[in-house]
């Protein structure tokens, strides 16, 4: 399984970006996907996670903020980012989990100015 990350950029404190993550095949829809981020020197930080038909899960940060959703029929997960913050500059990682193994994009760079 191939992952393929975009939608980030530079964006002002207060701005919305919209991350896009699609799939290289079919991710069923029981398998879950998601979205890590990471900032040198530290460890990757969930940001969200979702399983279709569930309500999404959020890292504590961002909860209220960011909105997880999935597009089954593209392959694709979306993460929504609002009110974004200078402390949500990293790195984004999308990932899928399929049978018992994570597949991870190649990250795409969401910088907020202050």
């Known amino acids: 399984v191939q992952l393929q990350a975009s939608g980030g950029g530079l964006v002002q404190a207060g701005g919305s970006l919209r991350l896009s993550c699609t799939a290289s095949?079919?991710?069923?829809?029981?398998?879950?996907m998601g979205w890590y981020r990471q900032t040198p020197g530290n460890q990757r930080e969930l940001v969200a996670s979702?399983?279709?038909?569930?309500?999404?899960n959020y890292g504590d940060s961002v909860r209220g903020r960011f909105t997880i959703s999935r597009d089954n029929a593209k392959n694709t997960v979306y993460l929504q980012m609002n009110s974004l913050k200078p402390e949500d500059t990293a790195v984004y990682y999308c990932?899928?989990?399929?049978?018992?193994?994570?597949?991870w994009g190649q990250g795409t760079q969401v910088t907020v100015s202050s």
């Open positions: 979702l399983r279709s038909g569930r309500d999404g």
């Open positions: 990932y899928a989990n399929v049978d018992w193994t994570t597949y």
């Open positions: 095949r079919t991710i069923h829809s029981s398998n879950v």
